[in-house]
């Protein structure tokens, strides 16, 4: 135990809360700037199982905050490279690397036989897709968003509420690494709170943070939070849906321009937003299937036709890879 032995001598953690570790299995979605400091201290700590998945690969772009890899990684699968400089680390963790995209049709697939899922994928459909599953599941989620100098992590689900219950309305602005760039200390710090929540879990080791939100912002130096232990689940709730899901029994809207890409399925429609009162065209109501990219704009869709689409409406995000932030 010389590995672990001076966690095991915090007062309070123990060989018993190291025990639990060692027998812990946890899902990491995103291998990123999140996932970096997320990897480095779980994997460190000993943690037993870690499936990590990500359907990227590593450009020079990554490197600045992204301390998993190296320039001798350019080009190669994040996850592999992930798994290779984590076995250097800690061979007694078994690190399983997944190169896949995260979805709604595999989501069940991954999250099976894990104690704790971490959102590192910073993307907006993502992080509703991993909440609603562990809501539904009862497993713990630890979320955590960076743009720019900002950042918040919170715990999730479980015997918490869910993401949707403490935000159930899309931001009037969602921002993007490459919009509106990124700092890599930044990221350090959200990613360093985020193992540290996933340790509290795992181990019982302190106040839970399921729960809880906490929040740092690099330019005013200030951390925030916010508890949200009774904040209830919304009556309404978009889903989302793996592409491959639609059929020709949907009304589908593809929201995206020509030139994002071919019609999502033989039978949709390409509409905007903004064009969405002509729906009334497309005959009874059915199923309503709201396409594009990243899903924020099939999300405002859904907001806007609500009140006079009394058939069900689902959201289904396009991209291979959702809008990446951190």
């Known amino acids: 135990m010389t590995r672990y032995a001076r966690q095991i001598a915090v007062p309070g953690f123990g060989e ?10 946890v899902l ?10 997320v990897l480095h201290y779980l994997v460190g700590a000993g943690v037993g199982y870690i499936r990590l998945l990500d359907a990227d690969h590593v450009s020079r772009s990554n490197l600045h905050r992204q301390t998993l890899f190296r320039e001798s990684d350019i080009g190669r699968s994040k996850v592999l490279a992930a798994a290779a400089h984590m076995a250097d680390l800690n061979p007694d963790v078994v690190l399983d690397p ?5 979805s709604p049709a595999n989501v069940a697939h991954h999250m099976a036989g894990c104690d704790l899922v971490l959102d590192c994928a910073d993307s907006f459909a993502a992080s509703y897709i991993l909440s609603d599953q562990c809501l539904e599941n009862r497993v713990p989620l630890i979320s955590a968003s960076v743009v720019g100098t900002e950042g918040y992590v919170g715990g999730f ?16 602005r969602l921002g993007s690494c490459a919009a ?7 990221v350090g710090v959200i990613g360093a709170l985020q193992a540290q929540m996933a340790l509290a879990v795992l181990t019982g080791f302190g106040e839970s943070p399921l729960g809880r939100v906490s929040s740092f912002d690099a330019v005013s130096w200030r951390f925030g939070g916010f508890v949200f232990h009774t904040a209830p689940e919304p009556e309404y709730a978009p889903r989302f849906i793996a592409p491959e899901a639609m059929s020709a029994e949907d009304l589908i809207i593809d929201l995206r321009a020509e030139e994002e890409g071919p019609l999502a399925h033989p039978q949709a429609h390409r509409l905007g937003v903004e064009d969405l009162r ?6 009874p109501r059915k199923r309503l299937v709201l396409a594009c990219r990243s899903g924020q704009r099939s ?21 291979a890879h959702p809008v990446e932030r951190a």
């Open 299 to 319: 999300w405002a869709a859904a907001d806007a036709i609500r009140g006079e689409w009394q058939g069900e409406i689902v959201l289904v995000a396009m991209g």
């Open 278 to 283: 002509t729906m009334a065209l497309f005959g």
């Open 98 to 102: 997944v190169p896949q995209a995260l």
């Open 16 to 25: 018993a809360a190291q025990a639990r570790l060692q027998e812990a299995r």
């Open 28 to 37: 990491v979605v995103g291998a990123g700037g999140l996932g970096a400091p």
């Open 180 to 186: 509106d760039g990124v700092l890599g200390p930044i």
């Open 157 to 172: 689900c479980a015997n918490a509420p869910s993401l949707r219950a403490v935000f159930p309305d899309l931001p009037q």
